[in-house]
């Protein structure tokens, strides 16, 4: 079993910052891929970054290439999302995931993360 909290979502105003953490427990972290994903309201669940289970290896969307940086402390186990120059379209209840495979690079697929967090609302007013 793998728990996922995640932590760091609020009401900013559109070009705020905010860094989004994911503490992870049960499974041994540095071990997996992670990834973050996102849900706006009306809208599927959405892939936004994931990361490798070393840290090298990171990929984004195009929506927030540029913007958001992934990160992870295999130490500390917990994953982050820095995200800069937030838009309002950002609004979205923001997971992160666990990668099923050990020693994986990530994935934009849903299907391949068997774990994940409860989530933490990002709200970007104009």
């Known amino acids: 079993q793998v728990q996922l909290v995640e932590s760091g979502g609020g009401v900013v105003q559109a070009g705020d910052s905010l860094r989004l953490s994911c503490a992870a427990s049960g499974r041994t972290f540095s071990r997996f891929a992670m990834g973050w994903f996102r849900q706006a309201p009306g809208k599927d669940r959405e892939f936004v970054a994931d990361i490798s289970w070393n840290g090298i290896g990171t990929y984004y969307s195009d929506s927030v290439k540029g913007r958001f940086t992934i990160s992870r402390d295999n130490a500390k186990k917990t994953l982050y999302l820095q995200m800069n120059s937030l838009k309002p379209e950002d609004t979205a209840i923001y997971y992160c995931?666990?990668?099923?495979?050990?020693?994986?690079?990530?994935?934009?697929?849903?299907?391949?993360?068997?774990?994940w967090g409860q989530g933490t609302q990002v709200t970007v007013s104009s």
């Open positions: 995931a666990a990668d099923k495979r050990p020693y994986g690079v990530g994935s934009p697929l849903q299907r391949e993360y068997d774990y």
